[in-house]
């Protein structure tokens, strides 16, 4: 007899790879919070944790059901196993929403699975599946994609009509898929033509022939006087946000352009080449596209893209019907219009709480404008929250926003870039950042001060401060 109360996930995960991710993802997470607590044991396949009937997170997401032990009676009470419960809960929560349902037997309620049904489930931890699969999260999340194991090509280079050649999925990808990797034919800085031309000349002199003939494969949108560098102005990617380093890529540089892109190009400054990820699902046969513009309304747009790469855009983003447009111009305006108040610094320090909820206006927005997978310009927005919850010493909501610009950034980015492995850190030790109480200590809080018992909706309010 006693009184139960825990949580069980609904419906299970799946063996995919997107849910895999996130479990990872959720158990290192944990592993991390608990590292300095005796009472939490990393087992083989399983966390134990030694209270109360010894709850147990498995390291196979897809066994999972419940989290849940009695929380009444002396030896609950004393080894504290409600607070586990609470805990991981919130932190469950935060990776997989409103799929953590929440039970109480002191409050009537009850879990949806049947217990011999979990009881087998939890039977089932000690031995993984498949000897196959990865024996380590860590081993899974440093790049053991089956995708990639598969070594089959994802994408293949196709004519595609009015764009010359771009790269098509050969296979249903799923988000957060790595489609390709590339180090760069050449890198160039970014010079007039006439200077840059003779430079190239030196450089394509200094290429394998296997890779001149790459580079000579590439299209050119400004052919005349300057062929070479026609070639780098139509196809170079900066080395990063705002570099004037451009890098020219055999593959990459085949991908076309979208204002609604399905998967994003990201400049790794450690390894020295370019990824390129999937930040949604994308179709057998759907062609896979980056974006190359700075945003901004369609005209502004279509002017710089134009000017900078000699194309006009036809993607779906640009040729929607005249209201469709005008109501995405108008979401792009405001777009704008939120990022430059919240980069604002003086207004992060006078008039944080409305920092905030530009902040959440702003994600809202862009869920609209990309159609729920608004893949990099996401994680800088949360990135932003953070600063100004930690500006004012506020280190639980910036532990979740780090979190949270942690999971884009690795969906849009890889565990392994820079940015993705600074917002890990940030999300375990906040107050690491430079910006730590630079504007007050008035929303003083620590790491471990999150709420407790809100649903989805509730959190993101507490994150936010729109409790009103
Ligand atoms: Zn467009």
Redesign the pocket.
């Known amino acids: 007899m006693g009184i139960d109360a825990g949580f069980d996930m609904v419906p299970p995960l799946s063996t995919g790879v997107v849910d895999r991710r996130n479990w990872g993802q959720f158990i290192d997470f944990i592993k991390e919070h608990y590292k300095a607590d005796t009472q939490v044991e990393i087992k083989p396949n399983y966390i134990n944790f030694n209270a109360g009937e010894h709850p147990k997170l498995p390291f196979e997401g897809h066994k999972f059901l419940r989290f849940s032990s009695k929380v009444s009676g002396r030896i609950a009470i004393t080894s504290g196993v409600e607070h586990y419960i609470n805990t991981i809960r919130g932190l469950a929560q935060v990776h997989f929403g409103s799929r953590i349902r929440y039970w109480n037997e002191g409050a009537d309620q009850y879990g949806v699975y049947d217990w011999n049904k979990v009881r087998e489930s939890i039977r089932s931890y000690e031995q993984p599946d498949d000897s196959e699969m990865p024996t380590t999260i860590a081993q899974f999340l440093n790049g053991t994609d089956p995708l990639k194991e598969l070594k089959i090509p994802l994408f293949e280079i196709k004519d595609i009509p009015g764009k010359g050649k771009g790269l098509v999925a050969r296979l249903n990808i799923s988000s957060g898929t790595l489609l390709l990797c590339e180090k760069p034919l050449l890198r160039i800085q970014s010079k007039p033509r006439e200077e840059l031309e003779p430079l190239l000349v030196t450089k394509l002199k200094a290429m394998s022939r296997a890779s001149q003939r790459q580079f000579l494969a590439l299209h050119n949108n400004f052919p005349g006087k300057y062929p070479f560098s026609g070639i780098v102005k139509t196809n170079a990617l900066p080395c990063g946000s705002g570099s004037h380093v451009g890098g020219v890529y055999p593959t990459v540089c085949f991908i076309n ?4 892109p399905n998967a994003h190009n990201s400049w790794n400054r450690s390894e020295e080449h370019e990824t390129i990820h999937a930040i949604r699902p994308i179709k057998i046969g759907e062609e896979i596209t980056i974006s190359y ?1 700075h945003g901004g309304q ?1 005209s502004a ?2 002017e710089f ?1 134009k000017e900078s790469f000699g194309f006009i ?7 929607l019907p005249p209201s469709s447009l005008r109501a995405s111009d108008n979401r792009r305006t405001q777009i704008q219009i939120l990022d430059e108040a919240i980069g604002d610094p003086f207004r992060m320090m006078t008039s944080p709480y409305e920092s905030l909820w530009d902040c959440y206006s702003l994600l809202r927005i862009l869920e609209q404008e990309f159609d729920s997978h608004p893949g990099a310009l996401v994680a800088r927005l949360y990135y932003d929250a953070f600063q100004i919850c930690i500006a004012h010493k506020d280190q639980a909501r910036a532990s979740i926003f780090a979190e949270r610009a942690y999971k884009v950034r690795v969906t849009c980015e890889g565990e392994d870039s820079p940015d993705t492995m600074r917002m890990k850190s940030l999300a375990f030790s906040p107050a690491d950042h430079s910006s730590f109480g630079v504007y007050s200590n008035k929303w003083k809080t620590t790491r471990e001060s999150l709420p407790k018992g809100l649903d989805t909706v509730q959190f993101n309010k507490w994150l936010f401060r729109q409790e009103s």
């Open positions: 352009h979208s204002c609604i513009d369609s747009r279509q893209l855009c036809t993607c779906s983003g640009c040729t």
